[in-house]
């Protein structure tokens, strides 16, 4: 049973109709379903949990792919470290012995209410970037200063104003949903809506529904937090570029400057192969790519209860007033 049920901790769950389901592929895949309209039929609903990173481990350069026993070792070792429920919040690290701790009583939610992926890629990448071949993000020292400091202000949970908390702390962009769209610990599920000149992304990671237009019109100048897209469509593969960006991405150390270009392409029956390229000469030294596989899965997407403001961040930011108000009290 997949963990579906983080959002109950931020609201009651609201379920949404599920897209029709396709006949199961006979054999191998023919040619891909076709919308009225003669495009290829992408309307489902998709997972893309991987336990693959995005960035290739450190202990892994060099190495592109692993071989069976050593992916089965991977997802292994994987498995146990990001397992809340062996996690020891005092040392930061797994307990000894990987010993369980009690249901409840490990960090914000204990493992019950992680659903990442379990498995690697089937062809047992390291990393979903493929290019650069070393797997990294190729960031600029400024862009890597830049990371630096988004993390230790994350980390230290302050913020002199709303405006310096991260996005997804503000329900305005889901930290996996982007675009583009990378694994995380939860609600890695989308839903894509077809129509005539028309192709909706709708992630489950604060519920946020991207609509592309496919007419050819050009993109306009206004800014938004998940950028402007446009779709176009290259014999049967959906090219989507967007541009526009209001603030930062999903992506570490993005800025507004951000050029996306994603490409998705189906690969059998119930396989979408999901691809995008990244630019930004104030943020990487070179345009990058990741690929990563789109899954087909038969159940619904749930509302991501995280609302716009987002309640909790006037605790947040009390919180931090207060620690300076004690700190400054301290050295006077």
């Not at 309307?43 to 991987?50: E, K, L, V």
């Not at 988004?150 to 982007?178: E, H, I, T, V």
């Not at 959906?238 to 993005?254: A, C, K």
Request: proline share 7%; aromatic share 8%; with cysteine.
């Amino acid at each position: 049973m997949r963990n579906r049920f983080f959002l109950i901790g931020f609201a009651v769950l609201a379920v949404v109709t599920l897209m029709p389901r396709h006949p199961a592929a006979q054999g191998k895949a023919s040619a891909p379903s076709r919308t009225p309209d003669g495009k290829p039929n992408f309307a489902g609903n998709y997972s893309f949990s991987t336990v693959t990173p995005l960035q290739r481990p450190d202990a892994l350069a060099g190495k592109a792919t692993l071989t069976d026993e050593e992916a089965a070792a991977f997802e292994a070792d994987e498995n146990k470290r990001l397992n809340r429920d062996l996690f020891d919040p005092e040392k930061g690290q797994p307990s000894a012995g990987y010993a369980p701790r009690a249901q409840g009583g490990v960090l914000s939610y204990n493992e019950f209410w992680y659903e990442r992926g379990s498995k690697l890629t089937r062809d047992k990448r390291t990393s979903l970037i493929v290019d650069p071949p070393e797997g990294k993000i190729p960031l600029t020292p400024e862009a890597q200063r830049r990371v630096a400091e988004m993390r230790q202000l994350s980390d230290s949970g302050r913020g002199d104003s709303y405006a310096d908390r991260p996005l997804s702390d503000r329900c305005l962009q889901g930290f996996n949903s982007g675009p583009p769209m990378t694994p995380s610990a939860y609600n890695n599920n989308l839903q894509i809506v077809q129509s005539p000149g028309y192709v909706v992304i709708i992630t489950e990671n604060i519920h946020n529904a991207r609509i592309i237009p496919t007419d050819g019109r050009p993109h306009t100048k206004i800014r938004s937090w998940s950028g402007d897209s446009r779709g176009r469509w290259e014999a049967d593969t959906l090219v989507v570029d967007t541009i526009n960006f209001r603030r930062e991405t999903s992506l570490t150390g993005s800025s507004a400057n951000t050029t996306l270009v994603e490409r998705f392409t189906r690969m059998d029956a119930d396989t979408i192969k999901y691809e995008f390229t990244v630019s930004d000469q104030t943020t990487y030294t070179r345009p990058w790519s990741a690929m990563l596989p789109l899954t087909r899965i038969h159940e619904p997407i749930f509302e991501y209860g995280c609302h716009e403001g987002n309640y909790a961040l006037s605790n947040i930011l009390s919180g931090a007033r207060k620690q300076e108000r004690e700190s400054e009290a301290g050295v006077k």
